[in-house]
């Protein structure tokens, strides 16, 4: 079993930036691969991002590729989503992920643990 809980999630201008954090609780999360999700409202989740266990491998949606850069700290058992250059289309329910497996992927049905959300708002 894996908690997770999100943090850093906020209202910022368009242009701005933001850092989200997800710390993970319970089994070993440096063997779990990590990934970012959101969903605004009337919408589906997406894929935002992901990383492998160790770091080494990363994935993200073309919508962010460039502008956000995910990262983790397996000592301190947190995964980061750091956000630059938001657009106001980045408005959404950011959720972390955990999936058991070593490496990234970018499905939803892939990721087995999920946390509970944090709000980021970008005004234009």
């Known amino acids: 079993q894996v908690q997770l809980v999100e943090s850093g999630g906020g209202l910022v201008q368009a242009g701005g930036s933001l850092r989200l954090s997800c710390a993970a609780s319970?089994?070993?999360?440096?063997?779990?691969?990590m990934g970012w999700f959101r969903q605004a409202p009337g919408k589906e989740r997406e894929f935002v991002t992901a990383?492998?266990?160790?770091?080494?491998?990363?994935y993200y949606a073309d919508s962010v590729k460039g502008r956000f850069t995910i990262s983790r700290d397996n000592a301190k058992n947190t995964v980061y989503l750091q956000m630059n250059s938001l657009k106001p289309e980045d408005t959404a329910v950011y959720y972390c992920?955990?999936?058991?497996?070593?490496?990234?992927?970018?499905?939803?049905?892939?990721?087995?643990?999920w946390g509970q959300g944090t709000q980021v708002t970008v005004s234009s």
């Open positions: 990383i492998s266990w160790s770091g080494g491998t990363t």
């Open positions: 992920a955990a999936r058991d497996g070593s490496s990234p992927a970018r499905r939803r049905y892939e990721y087995r643990y």
């Open positions: 319970g089994r070993t999360f440096s063997r779990c691969a």
